[in-house]
T-cell receptor, first 112, second 114 residues
Framework: NAGVTQTPKFQVLKTGQSMTLQCAQD?????MYWYRQDPGMGLRLIYY???????DKGEVPNGYNVSRLNKREFSLRLESAAPSQTSVYFC???????????FGQGTRLTVV | AQSVTQLDSHVSVSEGTPVLLRCNYS??????LFWYVQHPNKGLQLLLK??????LVKGINGFEAEFKKSETSFHLTKPSAHMSDAAEYFC????????????FGKGTLLTVNP
């Protein structure tokens, strides 16, 4: 049982480049999330998808877009990367309300 | 609205002594609360959760937490620290008004000294 799988694990981008972070879960969960983690800031919610076909902004959505491709997959796109987007990105999924989230191993992104 | 405050950014203990990591929350509805642990360069692992059942919750690796509504607190404790407990710990809240969003505290780094 793979759980939540993120690709890639590491990425270096130049300012202005675009890329898509992929996330897939095999637990048949309804809700999926993208967080970024920065030192001293905890995890901050970028976007989430409460269920297939819906997406909503979190705390820090600027500079990002998402696609809930199907129930399994939730991708995060950086259209024009900026150094401020250097961070570790985590995808998560969750089954029902009031249950815990399961996290991927993270993507370490550096924008130079 | 919901929020979480972890009262200490860094806690240092000696091996074999008790651990206390403090968390206060704010929520307009009855919350669900979680503690996650993150070891260096790793993902996040659930330690324990409170979802309106027993107020004293036991988790993995000897950790437990008590939900105190009157104090809006959910502090994490362990009677005796082990070197392997050194990690960052996050308190997380979900509440009815925005119950799809998990809101994280800023984390507490636990150092365990030999």
């Amino acid at each position: 049982n793979a759980g939540v799988t993120q690709t890639p694990k590491f990425q270096v981008l130049k300012t202005g480049q675009s890329m898509t972070l992929q996330c897939a879960q095999d637990m048949n969960h309804n809700s999926m999330y993208w967080y970024r983690q920065d030192p001293g800031m905890g995890l901050r919610l970028i976007y989430y998808s409460a269920s297939e076909g819906t997406t909503d902004k979190g705390e820090v959505p600027n500079g990002y877009n998402v696609s809930r491709l199907n129930k399994r997959e939730f991708s995060l796109r950086l259209e024009s990367a900026a150094p401020s987007q250097t961070s570790v990105y985590f995808c998560a999924s969750r089954d029902r309300l009031n249950t815990e989230a399961f996290f991927g191993q993270g993507t370490r992104l550096t924008v130079v | 609205a919901q929020s979480v405050t972890q009262l200490d950014s860094h806690v240092s203990v000696s091996e074999g002594t008790p651990v206390l990591l403090r968390c206060n929350y704010s929520s307009s509805y009855s919350p669900s609360l979680f503690w996650y642990v993150q070891h260096p360069n790793k993902g996040l692992q659930l330690l324990l959760k409170y979802t309106s059942a027993a107020t004293l919750v036991k988790g993995i690796n000897g950790f437990e937490a008590e939900f105190k509504k009157s104090e809006t607190s959910f502090h994490l404790t362990k009677p005796s620290a082990h070197m392997s407990d050194a990690a960052e710990y996050f308190c997380v809240v979900v509440s009815g008004g925005s119950n799809y969003k998990l809101t994280f505290g800023k984390g507490t780094l636990l150092t365990v000294n030999p």
